[in-house]
DNA sequence: CCCCCCCC
């Protein structure tokens, strides 16, 4: 087998030639560590005729090193990449999306016999192409630590310098736009070009260091995103000017690492707005991403951990009015209104919009809507929340979102929902918090305090007739054992009374499975009569008076299929510690609900 | 320079 470098791919990049999707060999890669906890790593490249250390990989590829990837010598695409000018002459290439062809294993060792790059040498006695040559002087206020190259290397189309006008002064040269992702504290001069993807309420704050305003907001281009931040007088001079979606260009902003606490981008820096910043819009609409969702499904926020941030895609099933709460920690009044969201896993979720987002709410009909970046709580199972950083956007123009209208006109408009509530916190909200059994062990289920809630859909493949039912105190709150005294009179120790009649009551052990395991359940009375399908009293008098039935009962019920809600909790009996599953309820598969939960679960797995 | 994301 052999590989393919692009021999001369390194020498011509370093020189600010383009080229595209080079291939070349990863020798090896090193750790910076920074203080910030996010781990960058330095490639040693390799186009088999120069190697050369300064290339980074972009933090959101990462785990390609640490999951084992990209291990030295391994053959490598780069699909995306920067190339930036650092102190005037040291080049340093910034991989944002890389394939790798060959594993370093199965290429084994260092391809060719690459030396180190060296600025300005020429590995071959070639003329130089013009178009490697440093850029000099095309630039109005030329600076050493201008990135005099950076390029994009997306499309063939994207353009390198804004042919809009206005941002240029009579005479000057045209701007050139820098991606989002090359901005770093370390230069100052750059240009943006970027679509504003989120715009947060005007704040105030008061603390000992001052008071005053702000808002926060996010831009995107092709590169990435990254959070901005205006504050004062910014706000006053900039809020109106930004709009949701609408593209600008951006010049002079103070960038500094991102707190990571605070900001969802993945980007290392956030900007904050100065008294040099400007902000021009920009009329051309379409050579940039817009906001893009990774949406959860509503029945899968049960998956999601609290206090995390979600993309949702819903209909609006209803709007309360606007009401007014009172805060805890400070006592300041805020409004709040409550929608409900649906979408075709027939769950229900509710989202709180607050502040003015709350009160300027107002849409009928049932659109679409799609939230990014919502607050998951495990209040009521699960509730969402906007937050700053939050963003609605109504009636979308996306696939899914067309989807969605088409099946709520037609059918969910009508559907009953499943809801996270507080008032189902008990049974209804854990009905969408769908279990294997396999992983009932593999997340140790029923470890802690109050015992997990889940639904799962199970096969009984055993039912212990022995003990499965006993003779019960027939006070209606009272299910003690009683004793059969012999003389026609059973004696309840509980209520210490003697009665002429008891009441059958079930306890019956069933082993159940699924795909993925097997696990002992324990169906006390409604969920062990939902089981056998008969009333424990009848199963009662078929036990005493006709054997055969009774066991072609538990004949019938085997390798039956439910849907069982279930409780799982660590219990100690003689010093022994064991889980114990008690079913609460069971009820028979429906075929056609369960196959749209399973549909609904590959769409979902699709969208990713 | 904020850093709150609330309430049931």
């Given at each position: 087998m052999s590989y393919n470098l692009t021999a001369g791919a390194i020498e011509d990049i370093m020189g600010g030639s383009k080229v595209e999707s080079p291939i070349l060999q990863c020798l090896d890669w090193k750790k910076i560590s920074s203080q910030q906890g996010a781990d960058r790593f330095r490639l040693l490249l390799s186009d088999g005729v120069c190697s050369h250390s300064s290339a980074m990989l972009a933090t959101q590829l990462n785990d390609k090193v640490t999951n084992g990837?990209?291990?030295?010598n391994s053959v490598i695409k780069l699909d995306k990449y920067l190339c930036n000018t650092i102190n005037g002459n040291r080049r340093v290439m910034i991989l944002l999306e890389i394939t790798v062809i060959a594993k370093g294993a199965q290429v084994g060792s260092r391809l060719g016999n690459p030396t180190p790059y060296k600025l300005g040498e020429s590995k071959e006695a070639k003329v130089e192409q013009p178009v490697a040559k440093p850029v000099q002087n095309s630039i109005s206020n030329n600076q050493q630590n201008k990135p005099q190259n950076s390029f994009y290397n997306n499309s063939s189309s994207k353009p390198f310098v804004a042919a809009q006008p206005s941002i240029n002064g009579p005479g000057d040269s045209p701007v050139r736009v820098h991606p989002i992702s090359s901005l770093n504290p370390y230069q100052n001069r750059w240009t943006i070009k970027v679509r504003v993807t989120s715009k947060s309420q005007i704040r105030t704050w008061s603390n000992s260091r001052g008071e005053g305003k702000l808002f926060s907001m996010t831009f995107m281009d092709d590169s990435g995103e990254i959070k901005a931040t205006a504050f004062k007088d910014q706000v006053d001079k900039f809020y109106d000017m930004i709009e949701m979606n609408k593209v600008f260009f951006v010049k002079k902003g103070t960038l500094k690492t991102a707190d990571k606490r605070y900001n969802?981008?993945?980007?290392?820096y956030e900007m904050t707005f100065n008294n040099d910043t400007e902000i021009i819009p920009c009329d051309d609409d379409t050579s940039l991403p817009t906001i893009n969702f990774n949406f959860v499904e509503i029945g899968n926020l049960q998956s999601v951990e609290p206090n995390s941030n979600v993309d949702v895609l819903g209909v609006v099933k209803s709007v309360a009015e606007v009401s007014t709460i009172t805060t805890k920690q400070t006592n300041k009044e805020l409004k709040k209104r409550e929608l409900e969201l649906v979408d075709r896993g027939q769950v229900l979720v509710r989202l709180t919009l607050w502040g003015l987002e709350a009160e300027n709410f107002n849409s009928m009909n049932n659109p679409v809507v799609a939230a990014k970046n919502v607050r998951v709580s495990d209040f009521g199972g699960r509730s969402l929340s906007c937050g700053s950083s939050s963003q609605l956007v109504l009636n979308p123009d996306i696939p899914q979102a067309h989807q969605l209208r088409g099946w709520y006109d037609s059918e969910g408009r009508n559907a009953d929902f499943n809801a996270y509530s507080s008032e189902a916190a008990g049974s209804g909200s854990h009905s969408t918090n769908w279990k294997s059994f396999g992983d009932v062990k593999s997340q140790n289920l029923g470890t802690g305090e109050k015992g997990d809630y889940f639904t799962a859909k199970g096969t009984i493949?055993?039912?212990?007739?022995?003990?499965?039912m006993y003779m019960a105190c027939p006070q209606a709150d009272c299910n003690k054992k009683v004793v059969d005294q012999a003389n026609g009179y059973y004696r309840c120790e509980k209520c210490q009374k003697e009665f002429p009649n008891f009441k059958w009551r079930m306890i019956l052990s069933a082993n159940v499975a699924d795909f993925s395991d097997n696990q002992w359940v324990t169906c006390f009375q409604e969920s062990a009569e939902n089981v056998l399908g008969i009333s424990a009293d009848e199963l009662g008098k078929l036990r005493s008076e006709n054997e055969a039935a009774f066991d072609k009962v538990f004949d019938e019920s085997v390798f039956k299929s439910y849907v069982m809600t279930l409780r799982a909790k660590m219990e100690t009996y003689n010093e022994e510690t064991r889980l114990k599953v008690i079913c609460l309820k069971a009820t028979p598969v429906v075929a056609e609900d369960y196959h749209k939960k399973l549909i609904s679960e590959i769409e979902q797995m699709l969208s990713i």
């Open positions: 990837e990209l291990e030295p969802t981008t993945d980007n290392d493949v055993y039912l212990r007739k022995e003990n499965c």
